[in-house]
T-cell receptor, first 112, second 115 residues
Framework: GENVEQHPSTLSVQEGDSAVIKCTYS??????FPWYKQELGKRPQLIID?????GEKKDQRIAVTLNKTAKHFSLHITETQPEDSAVYFC???????????FGAGTILRVKS | GAVVSQHPSWVICKSGTSVKIECRSL??????MFWYRQFPKQSLMLMAT?????????EQGVEKDKFLINHASLTLSTLTVTSAHPEDSSFYIC???????????FGPGTRLTVT
C-alpha cells in the first residue's frame, strides 16, 4: 500500500523567514496530494492541494510543488508569521474520494 | 463549503463499556466516510472505510469486532468502540468526500478517554 514519509519532524524559523516541508510517496498511482494544518485538539484544515497533472500551485504565501518522477512534493510557506505555528501534515490518495494516507507530521514553530 | 459534524465532541467512559460516535454530513450525501484515529503527537491513521449500505472495509491491524461501523444512511456513519480499554483513548476523526471530488471534509473529532 501507499506509504508517505515527511521531513522534518520539527522546524523552527524566525518570523518572516520561509519554511519548507518535504514529503515522499511510494505509490506511483497516487494523484492527489493535500496539505493540512492542524491546531491542538482541532480537525485538520486543508491549506493547499495539488493534483498530479500540475507541477506547482500557489496561494498567497503558500505554495506546493510536485515532482512525479521522484515521487515527492513539498510545502513552501513564505513570510512566516507566529500564527503559522501548528502541525502540518502531507497526504496522498489514489483517486477521487479515496482514503488519505498521511505523513507523520511536522511541528512548525515561528519565533517572533 | 461542505460540513461534517461529529457527536459527541468528547466522552469519558469506564473500561469495559461501549461508546458510540456519530459522524454526519450536514449538507451533502456521502456514500463513503472514513474513520481515523490520532494518538497524542502522532499522525492520523486510517481505521476503516465506511460504505453506505454495505460492510465497512477495515485497515490491517484494526479489529472489526471491536470497532463496529454502521453506515445506515447517506448522511450518517457510526463508530462503536466495544469493550473499551484505556489504550483505546484517542482522538477519533471522520471524513467524507463530496460528490466524488478530491477534497475530503473532516469532522471536528471526538476525544475518547477510557478510565
Amino acid at each position: 500500500g501507499e506509504n508517505v514519509e515527511q521531513h522534518p519532524s520539527t522546524l523552527s524559523v524566525q518570523e518572516g523567514d520561509s519554511a519548507v516541508i518535504k514529503c515522499t510517496y511510494s505509490d506511483s498511482a497516487s494523484n492527489y496530494f493535500p496539505w493540512y494544518k492542524q491546531e491542538l485538539g482541532k480537525r485538520p484544515q486543508l491549506i493547499i492541494d495539488i493534483r498530479s497533472n500540475v507541477g506547482e500551485k500557489k496561494d498567497q504565501r503558500i505554495a506546493v510543488t510536485l515532482n512525479k518522477t521522484a515521487k515527492h512534493f513539498s510545502l513552501h510557506i513564505t513570510e512566516t508569521q507566529p500564527e503559522d505555528s501548528a502541525v502540518y501534515f502531507c497526504a496522498a490518495s489514489i483517486y477521487k474520494g479515496n482514503k488519505l494516507v498521511f505523513g507523520a507530521g511536522t511541528i512548525l514553530r515561528v519565533k517572533s | 463549503g461542505a460540513v461534517v459534524s461529529q457527536h459527541p465532541s468528547w466522552v469519558i467512559c469506564k473500561s469495559g463499556t461501549s461508546v458510540k460516535i456519530e459522524c454526519r454530513s450536514l449538507d451533502f450525501q456521502a456514500t463513503t466516510m472514513f474513520w481515523y484515529r490520532q494518538f497524542p503527537k502522532q499522525s492520523l491513521m486510517l481505521m476503516a472505510t465506511s460504505n453506505e449500505g454495505s460492510k465497512a472495509t477495515y485497515e490491517q491491524g484494526v479489529e472489526k469486532d471491536k470497532f463496529l461501523i454502521n453506515h445506515a444512511s447517506l448522511t450518517l456513519s457510526t463508530l462503536t468502540v466495544t469493550s473499551a480499554h484505556p489504550e483505546d483513548s484517542s482522538f477519533y476523526i471522520c471524513s467524507a468526500p463530496r460528490d466524488n471530488l478530491y477534497e475530503q471534509y473532516f469532522g471536528p473529532g471526538t476525544r475518547l478517554t477510557v478510565t
